[in-house]
């Protein structure tokens, strides 16, 4: 195997390309282990690249964002790790009202590129603390808003290696869903089509949703944002709140005392923590009021 990965690092050179780096540092979690190899490509044609070389040589890879949904297992990922964030993350304005955006894009960057154009309908996404690229694959929604709204088409890498422009309906968007959870296709860029607005209402509107985030979000705490989906008819933070489980500790993770909805790290927490706390809440809940909790935290990671 060590053979394969430097292997891999001559055959991807000038491409970034590092050996056993933590995964902790690139989640909002501060949680993960290690990758064997981390790679950051800067454009589609290295991406490329670091794909067709990897099946070449049989190295399994995970496609990974800005790490706001994700919890990564202590023991890490085996094989390869390819980043799309901000080393791929460039904006352009196409058209008066839309903006074509590569999928490391952060979507705080992209609500402040659209305020300084006049253009709103991101205000939505102004707190969310993630990727384009992300947002898309999970249709990423807040304070009424959801990437389906303003999404107009999606470029995606297919596992034969082409590149297929989608539209909002192809993507099949759903809550907390599209297409790409059932086909592995990498989302490339995006353009996202908005409507003219007063800048200082756009701006008036980030800034409200920024308070009521801070107000009502544990947003200064390590964390991977809503851990549980909403189930039909209910509330996960009402249910875990109503089952006695705000500030319930494991190890070093905990229910947030703000809102229930979200499990913190205290700055040592191990995903062997995390893990428990989720299916104490999970069990508890059920027991309490017959609900099943879903996870909208992404685990990943070998055992």
Not at 107 to 116: G, K, V
Not at 136 to 158: C, D, F, P, R, T
Request: with cysteine; glycine share 10%.
């Amino acid at each position: 195997m060590e053979k394969k990965y430097l292997d891999f690092i001559a055959k991807t050179k000038p491409i970034l390309v590092e050996r056993d780096v933590l995964l902790s540092g690139y989640t909002t979690f501060k949680i993960g282990g290690p990758a064997d190899l981390l790679a950051k490509p800067k454009n589609i044609e290295e991406l490329k690249v670091l794909l067709s070389t990897a099946k070449d040589l049989e190295i399994p890879y995970f496609i990974m964002g800005c790490g706001s949904n994700l919890l990564i297992k202590d023991s890490g990922l085996r094989g390869l790790v390819i980043l799309l964030a901000d080393n791929f993350s460039e904006i352009i304005q196409e058209g008066s009202n839309t903006l074509n955006a590569l999928a490391g894009a952060r979507l705080i960057a992209l609500a402040r590129f659209a305020l300084a154009l006049g253009l709103g309908g991101f205000e939505f996404a102004s707190g969310i603390p993630g990727s384009l690229g992300g947002a898309i694959v999970m249709n990423a929604g807040a304070y009424g808003g959801e990437m389906v709204q303003v999404v107009k088409s999606v470029w995606l890498l297919k596992e034969d290696g082409s590149v297929v422009e989608h539209s909002n309906e192809e993507m099949e968007f759903g809550y907390r869903k599209s297409r790409l959870n059932k086909e592995k296709s990498i989302v490339l860029a995006a353009t996202i089509e908005l409507a003219s607005k007063n800048r200082d209402e756009i701006k008036a509107l980030m800034d409200d949703l920024s308070q009521r985030r801070r107000d009502k979000q544990p947003v200064t705490e390590p964390s991977a944002g809503s851990f549980f989906k909403r189930p039909p008819g209910h509330y996960a933070a009402a249910l875990i709140d109503q089952a006695g489980l705000k500030g319930y500790k494991i190890g070093g993770a905990y229910v947030s005392p703000l809102h229930a909805g979200f499990v913190l790290s205290d700055g040592t927490a191990t995903a062997a923590d995390v893990i428990a706390l989720k299916e104490h809440i999970q069990k508890t809940v059920y027991d309490k009021f017959q609900v099943e909790l879903e996870p909208e935290v992404k685990i990943i990671g070998d055992e």
